[in-house]
């Protein structure tokens, strides 16, 4: 085995999407549409914006989201991913051109297309062609540590990509982008903590939606828990081996009755690249408790049956219960939070940070001592709501 071909399997079997890597499922380029062709697009500003990276075209994702499907491409598909294909339609809709490569290797005797992305030059990429509802005009994509590819709308993010083009060619940029560089005229906010960290959650919400929306149902309103740090943001404020050990030792205490977040959850939980993650296949359920210490649960309203609240009402009793471990034995010290509960009737609102939910209330706790009265007050809230 060379060692171009010890590369490419590294990349089809690692496994983790990241700030450098997306996987894609089979897919034949010349027969996805425009939208499809858009999103292929998306990626590859965004990588090239964000220090470069590659695309793996041919590994699907398994019922709890993982990478892990090898099915590779047919003869057909492999063909469709050829340079003189893909190249000018991806740089009709980004300019300047995007610098990439496509390989398609043999690993365990299947196919692949490895599309790797370089770095911008000079000048980040932007989008120059919207295509709805994957590209919109005159925006600059990148790609963020939650390996999504999305628009720099944060100060701190166009601050970054435009910092980097400076570098490259001071000399073109110097004098444009002078006031859009000032470190005066665009500080990092610590004010914004409750923003970022409900960027933060709506990227989950909308994660949940993608992994949860061929489940039977999918359209009834959705409960979001949401436990929010009342520090300044900081991604990287934990590892995630914190974060497990945190909730084993939670795991092994008893578990009070609710079935919202059970100890087969805490077996089957596995890391992303900024969070633990327990999404229980067949369920209209999914928890995640990210680095930056937000924990956040969305489930599916109940059907209205007899009875069917009261469970709603224990688990979601029992949930904050557990969580309140868990952040006991992450911060001996304690510390204060949000409590946030929320209810979403459209996919719209899950997936919208801008849009705001049907109904949301929060009441502001200390982790050694959540107020039993009060939490019951908050879910009393959303019984009213739904009954």
């Given at each position: 085995m060379n060692e171009n071909t010890d590369i490419f399997e590294e990349l089809v079997k690692r496994g983790v999407e990241s700030e450098h890597l997306d996987y894609k499922g089979p897919m034949n380029f010349r027969s996805i549409g425009k939208p499809g062709q858009a999103k292929i697009a998306r990626h590859m500003a965004a990588l090239a914006n964000s220090g470069g990276g590659h695309i793996v075209i041919g590994v699907g994702e398994d019922a709890s989201g993982h990478p892990s499907v090898y099915t590779g491409l047919n003869a057909a598909e492999a063909h469709s991913f050829d340079p003189s294909n893909v190249g000018p339609i991806i740089n009709h809709l980004i300019e300047p051109p995007v610098d990439f490569v496509i390989e398609r290797p043999l690993v365990d005797g299947k196919r692949y297309a490895i599309i790797k992305v370089r770095p911008f030059e000079t000048m980040p990429h932007v989008c120059s062609l919207g295509v709805a509802p994957e590209l919109q005009q005159g925006v600059f994509y990148i790609r963020t540590s939650e390996a999504a590819s999305r628009p720099a709308c944060r100060a701190i993010e166009l601050h970054g990509l435009f910092k980097r083009a400076l570098l490259k060619q001071r000399s073109q940029l110097a004098e444009l982008l002078r006031d859009i560089l000032s470190?005066?005229?665009?500080?990092?906010d610590t004010n914004d903590s409750d923003r970022y960290f409900e960027d933060d959650a709506a990227y989950s919400r909308g994660y949940f939606v993608r992994r949860k929306q061929n489940l039977?149902?999918?359209?009834?309103?959705?409960?979001?828990?949401?436990?929010?740090?009342?520090?300044?943001?900081?991604?990287?404020?934990?590892?995630?081996?914190?974060?497990?050990?945190?909730?084993?030792?939670?795991?092994?205490?008893?578990?009070?009755?609710?079935?919202?977040?059970?100890?087969?959850?805490?077996?089957?939980?596995?890391?992303?690249?900024?969070?633990?993650?327990?999404?229980?296949?067949?369920?209209?359920?999914?928890?995640?408790?990210?680095?930056?210490?937000?924990?956040?649960?969305?489930?599916?309203?109940?059907?209205?049956?007899?009875?069917?609240?009261?469970?709603?009402?224990?688990?979601?009793?029992?949930?904050?219960?557990?969580?309140?471990?868990?952040?006991?034995?992450?911060?001996?010290?304690?510390?204060?939070?949000?409590?946030?509960?929320?209810?979403?009737?459209?996919?719209?609102?899950?997936?919208?940070?801008?849009?705001?939910?049907?109904?949301?209330?929060?009441?502001?706790?200390?982790?050694?001592?959540?107020?039993?009265?009060?939490?019951?007050?908050?879910?009393?809230?959303?019984?009213?709501?739904?009954?």
């Open positions: 470190e005066e005229k665009i500080p990092l039977n149902g999918f359209g009834t309103s959705v409960i979001e828990l949401q436990i929010r740090p009342g520090w300044n943001y900081d991604q990287q404020k934990f590892t995630l081996d914190t974060l497990r050990e945190a909730v084993n030792k939670a795991a092994e205490l008893k578990f009070l009755p609710g079935n919202l977040l059970t100890s087969r959850d805490v077996r089957s939980a596995y890391f992303t690249n900024t969070s633990l993650r327990a999404m229980p296949d067949n369920e209209f359920r999914m928890w995640q408790f990210s680095r930056s210490g937000l924990f956040e649960l969305l489930l599916q309203v109940p059907a209205q049956e007899s009875g069917s609240f009261a469970n709603l009402n224990n688990g979601l009793l029992a949930a904050l219960q557990k969580i309140q471990q868990i952040y006991n034995f992450l911060l001996p010290e304690g510390g204060n939070f949000k409590v946030i509960l929320a209810i979403y009737d459209s996919v719209k609102q899950l997936t919208d940070p801008y849009t705001a939910p049907s109904g949301q209330w929060q009441i502001n706790v200390n982790s050694k001592s959540f107020n039993q009265e009060a939490v019951q007050s908050l879910i009393s809230n959303l019984a009213d709501y739904i009954l």
